[in-house]
């Protein structure tokens, strides 16, 4: 439904008092929608909203901001960025991420605020479309992509945005931080959700077996080939082509990969038949592309051919306030009992540690956990026993349980000391210590 088409409906509806049929209006959308005065007020929603979200009394007086948050005020007023607030503004369509109440939980919604004046300029309805983003919650969850903070909230935003189009994603970030699943919440996001996702992992992959695994191969193509295989590009058709560690692509495939990017064409191992299909590309690495491009390692028109819509992945450092959502999601999957928890002093401990794996580290901590604790309480004392056990610089024996603080801060600052390559200001400056009292230690 057209903007005009929609002005044109309600102000046909206002004029007439025919209030009730506003939400059948509204069933022009094929996503959840309400219709809200300049106030807050909810007047209207369609069934999809319904069906997500629940029903609403209208007899009854509801602002989106107390329905869809729990809020006393609207949501620029209780620290969050408030679409309606900033449709009023500028005047035109404006579009937020936000965390709302649902049946199901918090979850992450993609709100488009759409303004509706009438002949005289004076606004004063806006229709509300939500959004809900697969795969994403606000709160422990059996979802796969759960947070918060700012950083997350960003990445998802972005996810969001580019999931419904056709353009090729490029996710980037460390090793461990959740590529797959994003890509997998690209994918659900995007019109070829009930076609397949196909991941290949590109890393370790000889050139022959590369173009092999991509592309396919007919029988005879080499020794071993002892009947037709269909290659990755076959099984897309349709659906998404999700190649993790991109960076580590042997350069003389490079060109083929290309080749079939740009034209959808390829041809399996040994065959002479030009085969096409229908893929939309999402790729994910940890390296850094454009260096390896400056370097000759990363093929100069591959890397802008795929670098359409680039999205930053977080790492753990970068959302810290994430850690006890997340430590407790991995826990309820890890432990299928459901019986472990952790204390607030073993999420402290957690929270200050750094994280060279991200979530796999952080998952792997929590495995250990649960095996070494002897009760379904996680507290700080198994923690740290796990974080010794992650440290390969430690020998731990089965007659050492446990060693004493003096110990655990001789170990730790000789850590820190290395890992910085024995700069002791900075040393001192992340153990929140002063350089004197580092030597002091050091000397001890």
Known sequence: MTILLLKLSI??????????????????????????????????????????????????TNRCYEISHGYPVPCDQAGEDCPLGAAKESGHKERVLHIHQTPRGKEHVDVEMLPIY?????????????????????????????????????????????????????????????????????????????????????????????????????????????????????????GTLFLDELGDVPLPMQVKLLRLIETGTFRPVGSAEVRSSDFRLVCATHKDLFAQ????????????????????????????????????????????????HLTDSAVSILKEYQYRGNIRELRNLLSRAVVLTDTNVINHETISLCLDASDPRIITTPNVVRVNLKTHEKTYIEYVVESVGGDKEQAAQILGISVRSLYRKLEQ
């Open 293 to 340: 491009v400056e370097d000759g390692l990363f093929r100069n028109d591959l890397y802008y051919r795929i670098n359409v819509f680039p999205i930053h992945i977080p790492s753990l450092a970068e959302r810290i306030e994430d850690i006890p959502m997340l430590a407790r999601t991995l826990l309820n999957r890890i432990d299928e009992t459901k019986q472990h």
């Open 118 to 238: 009438d002949d005289d300029g004076t606004l004063i309805y806006f229709v509300e479309l939500l959004h809900p983003v697969p795969l994403a919650s606000g709160e422990v969850d059996t979802r796969q992509l759960v947070g918060e903070s700012q950083a997350f909230q960003n990445m998802l935003a972005k996810i969001s945005r580019v999931a419904s189009t056709e353009a090729s994603v490029l996710l980037l970030g460390e090793s461990g931080t959740g590529k797959e699943l994003a890509a997998h919440a690209v994918h659900m996001g995007s019109a070829r959700k009930d076609k397949a996702l196909v991941t290949l992992e590109c890393s370790g992959l000889t050139d022959s077996l590369f173009e092999s695994e991509l592309f396919g191969h007919v029988k005879g193509a080499f020794t071993g080939a002892h009947s037709n295989k269909k290659g990755l590009v076959d099984l897309a058709d349709g």
């Open 11 to 60: 102000m046909n509806l206002i004029a007439t008092d025919k209030s009730p049929q506003m939400a059948a209006m509204l069933e022009g959308f094929d996503c959840p929608a309400i219709l809200v005065t300049a106030e807050y007020q909810i007047i209207a929603t369609n069934s999809n909203y319904q069906k997500s979200f629940g029903d609403i009394d209208l007899s009854k």
